[in-house]
């Protein structure tokens, strides 16, 4: 697929690293935030879903 930007809302830790797992292999820039809209992180892959 083509880039895009991807907003995760987790509600837990433990989900959000679940969703970093699964998500990491999409070839988008993806921006995570806890379930208090702190920011965590923006990263852009390289990777594409097999």
């Known amino acids: 697929?083509?880039?895009?930007?991807?907003?995760?809302?987790?509600?837990?830790?433990r989900n959000l690293e679940e969703s970093?797992?699964?998500?990491e292999s999409y070839n988008h820039q993806?921006?995570?935030f806890h379930e208090n809209f702190r920011y965590?992180?923006?990263?852009v892959t390289g990777r594409h879903v097999a």
């Open 20 to 23: 970093k797992k699964r998500l």
């Open 1 to 13: 697929g083509g880039k895009g930007v991807l907003i995760v809302f987790e509600q837990d830790e």
């Open 40 to 43: 965590l992180k923006t990263r």
């Open 30 to 32: 993806i921006i995570y």
